[in-house]
Structures are given as C-alpha cells and as structure tokens.
C-alpha cells in the first residue's frame, strides 16, 4: 500500500531582489515535483515574482509560504504572499493594467492575475497585503 506524502510548507522571507530569484527557483522546483508543465511551472514561477516584487517595492518586506493543498476536485500548488506594508488604497485601480505607484510598467498584480487558476488579494491602508495564488496540478492517468 502506497501513501501519499504532502511536501512541507515552504516559507520564505521577501527583502532583497535575490530573495525573488530563490523565490522563483523554489516554485519552479515544486511545479516540476507535482508534475506541472514547464508552461505552467514558468507561469506560477513568474506571477510568484511579481507579487514577491511589489512586496520589496511597496513594504520593503514580507514573506511567502508555498504549499500543495488536496481539495475535492484536485490539487494545487499555493503561493500566499503577505506583508506588513501600507496596503493598497484603490484595489479596483491597482488591478487594472498600467497603473502604478512606483516606477514600474503597472502590469505586476494583473499579470500575476492572468498568470495563475485562482487569484486573491486582501488589503487594507496601514494593514498590509495578502496576495493568494493557485494553480492546479494536472491530474495523472493511470
């Protein structure tokens, strides 16, 4: 009899650029492991960026926490990214593609949005940011 084994949690802290590339890797590492599709590790991997981006840009810094969750219709990958920073204000104007309030082209929770199965984001002025991203895992044939 087989069990199957849940991989660990895997929590990361957000606060320089080389913590996005590890970030990145990390979710690379266990799309492949769960059997994703290099397009679909690459799409996860690069919605993970984004959203680890804002967290430098915007809170200076956070965390990640990935995991695989077992629902009723299947399994996903998660990436919940939080910070403690200054929230967003306008959520409704903050998803919309080109709007920034840094520097940057405006495309990082929109294209994270795009970029994944499911998207969530929970944030509030002066309460911080909460960031939940999903893909599910193809189901294997046996």
């Known amino acids: 009899m087989s069990v199957l084994r849940r991989p660990p949690s895997i929590r990361l802290s957000i606060r320089e650029e080389l913590d996005v590339v590890i970030a990145r890797a990390k979710v690379r590492e266990l799309a492949a492991c769960e059997g ?3 397009g679909a590790a690459d799409a ?3 919605a993970t960026s984004e959203v680890a981006r804002n967290i430098i840009v915007h809170a200076r810094f ?3 926490c990935l995991d695989v969750v077992q629902e009723p219709h299947g399994r ?3 990436i ?3 910070d403690t920073g200054p929230g967003i204000a306008d959520l409704e104007q903050a998803m919309q593609d080109g ?3 840094a520097r940057g082209l405006g495309l990082g929770l929109s294209s ?3 970029l994944v199965d499911d998207f969530d984001v929970i944030s509030a002025p002066d309460r911080g940011t909460t960031v939940t991203l999903k ?3 193809p189901r294997t044939t046996n």
């Open 36 to 38: 994703c599709a290099d």
């Open 44 to 46: 996860l991997a690069t």
């Open 135 to 137: 893909k599910w895992v």
């Open 76 to 78: 996903a990958i998660v």
């Open 99 to 101: 709007y920034t309030t």
């Open 62 to 64: 956070g965390e990640l």
């Open 80 to 82: 919940v990214a939080r």
């Open 112 to 114: 994270a949005r795009r």
